[in-house]
């Protein structure tokens, strides 16, 4: 049983960065594959980015590809998401994600276990 929490969102401007930790608790963190999903009001929940156990394999969704980096600290049970370059359409909440088997999968149906969110809000 691993349990998830993030912290650091918040409203910032367009243009500006935010980085947004998820600190897990339980057994095993860093054989887990972390990722971090995002839903926007009125919107499916969808893939942001993930990363392997190891760190070794980083996936991005298309639209945060070249802005956004995942990278998780395995001694800290941390995993983040820096945010660079932040536009409006990226407001939505954040929830990051484990999935046991390590895959560092872009389906959400592959994650087991997921955070209580963050909201994060980009002004024009």
């Known amino acids: 049983q691993v349990q998830l929490g993030e912290s650091g969102g918040g409203l910032v401007q367009a243009g500006d960065s935010l980085k947004l930790s998820c600190a897990a608790s339980?057994?095993?963190?860093?054989?887990?594959?972390m990722a971090w999903f995002r839903q926007a009001p009125g919107k499916e929940r969808e893939f942001v980015a993930a990363?392997?156990?190891?760190?070794?394999?980083?996936n991005y969704a298309d639209s945060v590809n070249n802005r956004f980096t995942i990278s998780r600290d395995n001694a800290r049970d941390t995993v983040y998401l820096d945010m660079n370059s932040l536009k409006p359409e990226d407001t939505a909440v954040y929830y990051c994600?484990?999935?046991?088997?390590?895959?560092?999968?872009?389906?959400?149906?592959?994650?087991?276990?997921w955070g209580q969110g963050t909201q994060v809000t980009v002004s024009s």
């Open positions: 994600a484990a999935d046991r088997l390590g895959r560092a999968s872009t389906s959400r149906n592959t994650y087991e276990y």
């Open positions: 339980g057994r095993a963190f860093s054989t887990y594959a």
């Open positions: 990363i392997s156990w190891s760190g070794g394999v980083r």
